[in-house]
């Protein structure tokens, strides 16, 4: 046989595209028809069409094609659905940034032109998004590739609207909403971020009707006492309690306000007295709504005040109005004072705008009835979450559920399936247009301008993806979906909502097992975001370390619940690793030279041969079991541990006694053993690294096929061994410690050494193998000690259960080695001594800190082993 070539470096570009493509032409990432296993399926988080993937998406999507990719070896019909959304608020966002530039607004180019622009940028994001993908390796079946507003997706969603109409789920009405100035429509509670704000709380009088006394009101916003309809004081609160039912003059109005008491309000905040505008705040809403005040909207949809304020005041922002109230209220001697205040300010998750409450009629979901299903699925471990920890957060939320605005004031989105006759006014709620109105007959009917908000398509993307509502094979195969891989920011948008979906509309939980990823952070431990510019591209990674680099890295790190530091640098550790496979896969196909592979009978194996076979069997439990919990930190390790120092430290290096025998048999059967186990070791390590896998075993001389769908190692109970690895262990520990000694007398490996072992237990074992151990050791005189041995001269290398004597003397320079160490053991014993007293000194171990403490006694502890063992070999040399 030939030696089979590989290039001298790594070099991913190289094959990681050809490779991809040979996959997908091959359609190897459709499932498996012939297969009668229990499908695997999972739907990708569907990324926004607004941009480009960063590392999130990296780690989502990694953590994602290992799952696929394990489960496609193990020969289950295997499906992972690609897709992206629509994102409603956010790819209008760039639509309109880009028409600004220009000059233009949406409305300069009317709903359908805009609606065609959004298009075009959806298609160009999703191109982007769909390369970079391929170009992590993300093995999806792209022929099942969905879109939140493909046709078959819009169906769904107009089925579920009307649905849950029909059911009384779904109501119009107008209500207390967030509203963004800037992206001019509603937002749900889940869509609003919080952060705390440094603000201030301003004291106000208002005059007593007929009295020249005044109530003090205490606000952080008093722009907004021209929405006022009352104040407020609590009926326990003596100071006040006698002034419920008088009047109030509204400052800069004339008009006049009544005084209610409700219990809502803090005796202990503030003055005590609250103003009431119930327009323009949600506790104020339910206040105004148990004492039937009138609710009075002093904003436009942009942010500006309105008709309902004094003139002058009109078409003013909040801020500027708020300055001019101030000294148009110290004018009027109506201002008392102000004193800083930080609240919590809520602010439009996607354009950072700071949301006003806004009163305004939308639709809504009651979601009550939902949430109970949801809560009843993960109490009966329908759904189980990875990390344990964020049920208590799906929990938390769907206890507190509250309706959900699922109406948005855009043009880009569902539009919502309701139709008013323009003639009488009569409201249908129909899949498609109506030719004319059900009621009077008039053909002028109009549509619901409003959209639904995102996550309404997104709720549905589990079995809408899979066909639903037509009861398609793909659906009745592989629905229920298997896992969920996400974040946990989106566990209430999405994931809550999903559930809710799901069993409502199919009986059935979405998925099974639900695992949330960890947060990527960059090396300083601090959130990646545009604002600190510290994101990285998965891209660029790409570039410099390959695919599988990044993939192996961010799996190696991803340990559940824990966040993952992350730099440019980190991924070494996958490059160095994939390196070290390229590097042993090249040596092995380069001694294929001359060989033959050949039938291999178990009376042939060396106990090195018995060792990795066993070893191999041990990982492939580990990484089963670690499959099995989501633990992809685990999983790495023991691939990581297994092949670079199992494989490639220890076996490779066995091999080289027979690879450089003088039996031809000999020769075959180690090139033999090399190659199966490392086309064994490949099918272990390619759901981490599927390129360079495939790449290797594409080279082996076996004509397997696609290691793609090739199948994934399985535990072979024959296989183990643990007396054997337990010897095999002390054997290394043995090689290590001689190894060390010759490190320490800088003996080169060339020189070859006497060697005697004594072993309490393993003697048999030992003289077994006592020419791996000289071969491994550079020992050209290795026996086990005997009685006609002697210690004398020797240096000991002293381990669990053994000891190694070397006798080196004639390959080193005695009196130069023994002159440093008299200076070494002079030097460390210096420096105990100086420990020795520091940790006496009552005054510093008093006052120091435990950790310094600890630090010196670990220095105490270091320095006496130094001095002791250069004793040691200062007495063997002197023997």
Request: overall charge negative; charged content about 30%.
């Amino acid at each position: 046989m030939k030696a089979i070539e590989m290039d001298k470096v790594y070099n991913p570009k190289d094959f990681e595209d050809r490779l991809y493509k040979f996959w997908e032409d091959n359609g190897f990432f459709k499932p498996n028809e012939n297969s009668d296993k229990e499908p695997f399926t999972v739907v990708i988080p569907p990324p926004n069409v607004t941009g480009v993937l960063h590392m999130g998406h990296g780690l989502n999507n990694t953590l994602q094609d290992i799952l696929i990719r394990y489960n496609r070896m193990l020969g289950r019909p295997t499906l992972w659905v690609p897709g992206t959304d629509h994102a409603g608020i956010a790819t209008q966002n760039v639509v309109e940034r880009r028409l600004k530039k220009d000059g233009l607004g949406r409305h300069d180019l009317g709903r359908e032109k805009f609606v065609d622009k959004v298009w075009e940028v959806k298609e160009e994001h999703h191109k982007i998004i769909t390369e970079q993908l391929k170009k992590l390796g993300a093995s999806c079946d792209w022929s099942r590739e969905r879109f939140t507003m493909d046709d078959g997706l819009s169906e769904a969603v107009k089925d579920v609207f009307i649905n849950l109409y029909k059911k009384d789920l779904i109501y119009r009405g107008e209500y207390l909403v967030n509203w963004c100035p800037s992206c001019g429509t509603a937002l749900a509670d889940d869509e609003v971020d919080h952060e705390e704000k440094a603000g201030k709380l301003y004291q106000i009088k208002y005059k007593l009707v007929g009295e020249d006394k005044y109530l003090t009101i205490a606000t952080t916003r008093p722009e907004t006492l021209f929405g006022d309809s009352a104040v407020a004081v609590n009926p326990e609160d003596e100071r006040f309690s006698g002034y419920i039912g008088r009047e109030l003059e509204l400052p800069l109005t004339g008009r006049k306000l009544k005084i209610i008491g409700d219990s809502y309000v803090d005796i202990a905040f503030g003055t005590g007295c609250l103003k009431v505008t119930p327009a323009h705040d949600p506790n104020d809403w339910e206040i105004g709504g148990r004492h039937d005040l009138e609710k009075i909207n002093i904003l436009n949809g942009d942010g500006t005040l309105n008709y309902n304020v004094p003139e002058k005041y009109r078409g003013l922002t909040c801020k500027d109005a708020r300055s001019i109230v101030i000294e148009d209220l110290k004018a009027a001697d109506l201002y008392i004072g102000e004193e800083e205040k930080p609240h919590q300010v809520g602010h439009c998750y996607r354009c950072k705008t700071v949301v006003e409450p806004y009163m305004s009629e939308q639709w809504f979901v009651k979601m009550q009835p939902l949430a109970e299903q949801a809560l009843q699925a993960w109490n009966d471990s329908e759904i189980i979450f990875y990390p344990k920890k964020w049920e208590n957060t799906y929990a938390h939320w769907m206890n507190g559920i509250r309706d959900w605005c699922i109406s948005r004031q855009l043009w880009w989105g569902h539009r919502i399936p309701v139709y008013y006759c323009q003639l009488c006014g009569e409201m249908m709620v129909e899949k498609e247009a109506p030719d004319a109105c059900c009621s009077c007959g008039s053909t002028e009917i109009k549509q619901d301008e409003d959209v639904l908000d995102t996550w309404f398509s997104s709720w549905l993307w589990p079995f809408s993806t899979l066909g639903w509502p037509e009861n398609s094979d793909d659906l009745k195969k592989f629905f229920p979906t298997s896992t969920l891989v996400t974040g946990y920011d989106i566990i209430f948008f999405w994931v809550a909502r999903m559930v809710m979906a799901s069993k409502e509309f199919t009986g059935k939980a979405p998925f099974r097992d639900i695992y949330i990823t960890p947060l990527i952070r960059d090396s300083q431990g601090r959130k990646m975001s545009k604002s600190l510019g510290n994101g990285i591209d998965p891209l660029d990674v790409i570039d410099e370390f390959g695919a599988d680099a990044l993939k192996f890295t961010l799996a190696y790190l991803s340990a559940q619940g824990q966040d993952i530091p992350f730099g440019m640098d980190t991924c070494k550790i996958g490059s160095k690793f994939c390196n070290k496979i390229w590097n042993a896969s090249r040596y092995i196909l380069m001694n294929l030279e001359g060989r033959n592979l050949i039938e291999v009978n178990e009376s042939e194996y060396t106990g090195a041969d018995r060792w990795i076979l066993h070893r191999l069997n041990e990982t492939v439990k580990s990484v089963t079991k670690a499959f099995e919990a989501y633990r992809f930190d685990d999983m790495t390790h023991a691939c990581y541990d297994y092949f670079w120092n199992d494989f490639c430290d220890w076996y490779v290096e066995s091999t080289k006694l027979e690879l450089y025998s003088d039996s031809e048999r000999t020769k075959d059967k180690a090139v033999t053993m090399l190659i199966n186990i490392l086309e064994e070791s490949l099918r272990l390590l390619h759901p981490f690294l599927s390129f360079l896998t495939e790449e290797i075993y594409q080279k082996l001389p076996l004509n397997n096929g696609a290691l793609i769908v090739a199948k994934y190692p399985e535990v072979i109970a024959e296989r183990e061994n643990f007396e054997l690895s337990a010897n095999f262990e002390q054997l290394k520990e043995v090689v290590q410690s001689v190894r060390a000694v010759r490190g320490e007398f800088n003996i080169p490996p060339g020189k070859k050494i006497k060697v005697r072992v004594k072993s309490e237990n393993s003697s048999d074992f030992f003289n077994s193998e006592k020419l791996l151990i000289a071969s491994l050791t550079g020992s050209n005189d290795l026996e086990i000690f005997s009685e006609s041995d002697t210690a004398d001269g020797a240096i000991a290398a002293v381990g669990n259960g053994f000891e190694a004597l070397l006798y080196i003397k004639d390959v080193i320079d005695v009196d130069a080695e023994i002159a440093k160490l008299k200076k070494g053991i002079e030097k460390n014993q210096k420096l105990k001594e100086q420990t020795e007293k520091k940790l006496a000194n009552e005054n510093f171990v008093s006052r120091a800190n435990p950790e310094i403490i600890e630090k010196e006694k670990s220095k105490l502890e270091e320095f006496t082993f130094a001095v002791e063992k250069m004793s040691a070999h200062l007495k063997g040399l002197q023997g």
